[in-house]
């Protein structure tokens, strides 16, 4: 064999190699194929046959017990509130004042029949947090605003006593309403902390609230100061209406200054959650345990909204859950149609 057909051989060998090793890699992965098809069909047998085992219905005849607690605040039952300041977003009158009001009663009482099914249920806590009425503290105000203050809170008192009456007409749960007067029903120009209640149109509507039901199933808690506290089985709750805590829109939101506002708070009285409103935001900064909520808004997006550089939200309100074992298990919010 000369040196060019020993050329031509070994290149003839070096291709069926080559060829050969290629045989070898699809026969390898064809193998490989051939087994995940293989253990797919099998899988798809063996699902074929459904195994089932038998749940039982479980009657606890002990069910567990837990508060409902309602977060009432910031209606602002009388404020003007149009579609074309808020772009298109909210409107407000007393016609959908109205309306909301009704819708946060019936939804607050079918929310809680629901929670009701799986643990016993027998008080609600409705927290008045104030800010029911606009007012014309602010001279815009007072040339906008549906209603005088006077009227407003009239007003104000019939929504809120119309849908105390539709709880004890609809349910057998007895109410504790702690109240707290806000800072736009006071009749002085600057808020007066040391007597709010002194200046305040909701301090007079809480105690005509008072006055009105005669009923064992109602308790009403009228703070004579800034704070409430409340008593759940082993828990204490703080009621605030919130002005007196500083927020300009900072980064982490309102409950920054909450938390910080809390903590010295604490030195004095110590409460696992605290509730607020006055910043038309809904937050839940708790744990089952501790924390602080800020309840929304009935009026919804406004021009207080625009100033305090609010993110959008919905009008909302608040309702969560106490249980006696647990704490702290549900939040959700009241929305409105």
């Known amino acids: 064999m000369n040196v060019k057909e020993r050329i031509a051989h070994e290149r003839m060998l070096l291709k069926v190699h080559k060829e050969l090793k290629t045989l070898k890699q699809n026969l390898k992965h064809s193998h490989a194929e051939n087994e995940r098809l293989a253990r797919e069909i099998e899988a ?23 508060v409902a607690v309602w977060l009432a605040s910031d209606f602002h039952v009388e404020e003007r509130v149009t579609l074309a300041q808020t772009n298109g977003l909210n409107e407000y009158n007393l016609d959908i004042s109205k309306a ?14 629901l929670f009701g099914r799986d643990v016993e249920i027998k008080t609600v806590v409705l927290a008045l947090l104030g800010d029911f009425i606009t007012n014309d503290i602010h001279e815009q105000a007072a040339t906008t605003n549906y209603l005088p203050p006077t009227e407003a809170t009239l007003y104000a008192q019939s929504l809120i006593a119309s849908g105390i009456q539709f709880v004890l007409d ?14 736009h029903s006071r009749t002085s120009q600057f808020s007066m902390f040391g007597s709010e209640n002194g200046h305040s149109l909701e301090y007079m509507m809480y105690r005509s609230l ?40 900072g980064v982490g939101g309102v409950l920054v200054p909450f938390n ?68 702290k298990t549900i939040t959700c919010p009241i929305l409105f149609d």
């Open 44 to 66: 798809k047998n063996k699902l074929k046959k459904v195994n089932t085992f038998t749940i039982t219905p479980h009657h606890d005849s002990g069910k567990g017990e837990a």
């Open 100 to 113: 909301r009001a009704e819708q946060y009663f019936r939804k607050a009482v079918r929310l809680t029949q």
């Open 170 to 183: 609809n349910t057998d749960w007895n109410l504790v309403i702690p109240c707290i007067s806000g800072n």
């Open 210 to 249: 008072e006055s009105h039901f005669k009923t064992p199933r109602v308790r009403f808690l009228i703070s004579e100061g800034a704070h409430q506290y409340v008593n759940v089985f082993d828990y204490t709750i703080r009621f605030i209406h919130g002005h007196d805590v500083k927020f300009n829109g």
């Open 260 to 327: 910080k506002a809390i903590a010295q708070w604490d030195k004095g009285r110590r409460a696992n959650f605290t509730c607020a409103g006055h910043f038309h935001q809904y937050y839940d900064g708790t744990n089952s345990k501790q924390g602080a909520v800020v309840n929304g808004s009935l009026v919804g997006y406004n021009s207080f909204a625009l100033s305090i550089k609010a993110s959008y939200e919905p009008p909302a309100q608040m309702l969560f859950l106490l249980d006696k074992k647990r704490g």
